[in-house]
């Protein structure tokens, strides 16, 4: 497939929530598109394409039914609920911009998000349901959002551009405040080489999906991905027991599952028992973190099958992966999906890729329509992260002779948990908040070889103690959970360069191990 954005639909009107749904309501109206499921007995939730693409519709002429300027920012503020997922096509079905947001999240960082949006509106699920102080943004609330739902459908979708904006996800940043990544309708081409070099994807087969309902990975690879060829998109809530992901995957006869490393961890840890089968999966996907060789060797000993691994980030999703046609080089995330242009770009400048085997900068050419617009209002990091027809990662990395991909680190101090990005700068102001702190650093902190952690390297005023519990409680008011650090290193000094700038490559020396 040419991957270029000039011609075809590319150049016509074109709707990510119609090329989703439109033709699976046509063509597939009696099929279960999506199931929500949970770790007991309860039978899932199903809905058939016909039932999706109506539901769509009819919440979209509610959200019409607004008032809303065309292209409005909508935040979406709701937990693992069937309706998160409607309301995500829906506000793009009616010509506006899904603004997906984690539940991790406190009420003072989501009121950051929707102000930075400069939302129009924000829809609230059951558990922020009493949330207040969106500002001038109109709260939809769980009963405001029963009456939309009710309303007269709208007759067909918004006739959006492929390069409209479609939906903004928000990311950390170096800044220390999220920014938002904007992302244009034609991103659903864009994911088009996943579905064979990552995904293996059919259109007979069952996507289980175990992220939250509003994580980007969650949406792309457990909905949009699957819908793009009429596969049923399986995702599941309230899952506490490691146990329950085989028992949900023979239950509902998952031919693929997703997840990040953790998850396959935490089931041969707690949820694996002797003799175990799962006969309809025909193998995994693991994003968001890298997928530790011992991880693999253990899955793949234990059940038979395969995870297939790749890498990407919110600016393009994934666009580096191994799967069923391009077999698994341990301790690489994998080969650039056919139709991508993807390079290793000298770290000092310039557009020329550095050879095989030599370091570079990871860069990905702008002609991808997977790519993502731009960061929202922040033309100086467009400015910083586009090299003439390169957008150019901070992420190190070199190819082999064989075109797969390895990663060595990343140039800047983002750190990686669980999946998502965070910015240490963040971290940091929570800390100085407390009165005990005289300095603070944050960094990644390897507690094993395949598992790290945020970790705070703390510098106290004269006279206060270590209060690990008082600084996690101001972590818990101002940060989401995954955000939080999970070690506290108390320190004489941190490592500074002449000028004062905090080395955070170098926290971990102040450390006696």
């Known amino acids: 497939?040419?991957?270029g954005r000039s011609g075809g639909a590319l150049s016509?009107?074109?709707?990510?929530a119609r090329f989703s749904l439109a033709e699976n309501a046509a063509r597939r109206a009696g099929k279960i598109g999506l199931l929500v499921a949970s770790g007991d007995d309860v039978a899932p939730v199903s809905m058939t394409f016909g039932e999706i693409g109506h539901a769509v519709l009819g919440l979209a002429g509610g959200i019409d039914g607004l008032g809303?300027?065309?292209?409005?920012?909508v935040v979406i503020r709701m937990g693992n609920e069937p309706d998160t997922i409607l309301a995500f096509f829906a506000v793009i079905a009616a010509g506006h911009v899904a603004v997906p947001t984690s539940m991790m999240l406190t009420p003072d960082e989501a009121r950051f998000l929707v102000s930075d949006a400069g939302a129009a509106a924000v829809i609230l699920g059951r558990e922020?349901?009493?949330e207040a102080g969106y500002g001038e943004a109109r709260?939809?609330?769980p009963a405001a959002f029963a009456g939309l739902k009710a309303a007269v459908p709208l007759a067909d979708y918004a006739p959006t551009s492929a390069e409209d904006p479609a939906y903004l996800v928000y990311t950390s940043g170096t800044t220390g405040r999220p920014k938002g990544v904007l992302h244009a309708h034609r991103v659903a081409l864009g994911r088009a080489p996943m579905r064979e070099d990552w995904l293996g994807l059919l259109e007979d087969d069952l996507v289980l999906h175990a992220g939250a309902f509003n994580w980007t990975y969650t949406l792309g690879v457990g909905v949009l991905d699957p819908w793009s060829c009429g596969a049923t998109a399986a995702l599941a809530r309230g899952v506490s027991d490691p146990a329950d992901w085989p028992r949900l995957i023979e239950r509902l006869g998952a031919t693929i599952f997703a997840a990040v490393p953790g998850v396959y961890r935490q089931i041969l840890k707690r949820g694996w028992a002797e003799g175990m089968r799962l006969p309809s999966l025909r193998h995994g996907l693991a994003a968001g973190e890298a997928l530790p060789i011992a991880l693999l060797d253990e899955w793949r000993a234990?059940?038979?099958?395969?995870?297939?691994?790749?890498?990407g980030m919110s600016e393009i999703s994934t666009f580096v992966s191994s799967s069923p046609t391009t077999p698994t080089k341990p301790g690489s995330p994998g080969r650039p999906q056919r139709g991508r242009k993807v390079a290793a770009l000298p770290v000092e400048g310039g557009e020329t890729p550095v050879p095989a085997g030599e370091t570079g900068l990871l860069a990905v050419h702008r002609s991808d329509p997977g790519?993502?617009?731009g960061y929202w209002r922040r033309p100086e990091e467009d400015e910083a992260v586009f090299r003439g027809d390169w957008f150019v990662s901070g992420d190190l990395v070199s190819f082999d002779e064989d075109g797969y991909l390895w990663h060595?680190?990343?140039a800047d101090d983002i750190m990686n948990a669980l999946g998502y990005r965070v910015s240490p700068a963040e971290v940091e102001a929570a800390l100085f908040d407390h009165p005990s702190v005289a300095d603070v650093g944050v960094a990644e902190w390897r507690v094993r070889e395949d598992l790290s952690v945020i970790a705070a390297f703390m510098v106290l005023k004269e006279g206060a103690g270590p209060d690990e519990a008082a600084l996690a409680s101001v972590c818990a008011e101002k940060l989401a959970s995954y955000k939080r650090p999970k070690i506290f290193h108390f320190v004489d000094r941190l490592p500074r360069s002449a000028n004062g700038k905090l080395q955070r490559k170098r926290l971990g020396e102040t450390v006696r191990r």
């Open 1 to 3: 497939m040419d991957l």
């Open 12 to 16: 016509e009107p074109f709707n990510l």
């Open 68 to 73: 809303l300027e065309a292209g409005s920012r």
């Open 128 to 130: 922020s349901a009493d």
């Open 139 to 141: 709260i939809i609330d």
């Open 302 to 311: 234990k059940t038979g099958l395969e995870i297939y691994e790749a890498f």
């Open 371 to 373: 790519l993502m617009r």
């Open 408 to 410: 060595h680190g990343r």
